[in-house]
């Protein structure tokens, strides 16, 4: 199994990135895939999250209204928009699988596979 983030980069506060998440390995239309985000010397942090039809997202309070999650199964792919970027924003992003049925879209521990992540910084 093997989730890949990518798209990250160097942009301006204000400014918009779109990350995407591949997987390759598992049923990926049966998974819920999840984004977190760690800083420099603070804990990884849930930022959004889409369920496995697609149908659904979720959101971190800060994300809400600037972010926005999509799915396409047909690509083995979720996507990511970064909107009205933030210095804060500036984290290494992850995307992560669910575990299994007891999958909680904002705690880490019920996700079974992580991607490696992309940085991205968001300059003032």
Sequence with gaps: VQLQAYGGGLVQAGG??????????????????????QAPGKEREFVAAISRSRNTSYYADFGKGRFT????????????????????????YYCAADRGPRWSA??????GYWGQGTLVTVSS
């Excluded at 904002?106 to 996700?111: A, D, I, K, S, W």
Aim: proline share 6%.
């Design 69 to 92: 999650t999509s799915g396409d199964n047909a690509k083995f792919t979720v996507y990511l928009l970064l909107d009205s970027l933030k210095p804060e924003d500036t984290a290494v």
């Design 16 to 37: 918009s990135l779109r990350l995407s998440c591949t997987a390759s390995g598992l049923p990926f239309r049966l998974y819920a895939i999840g984004w977190f985000r």
């Design 106 to 111: 904002g705690r880490p521990e019920t996700y």
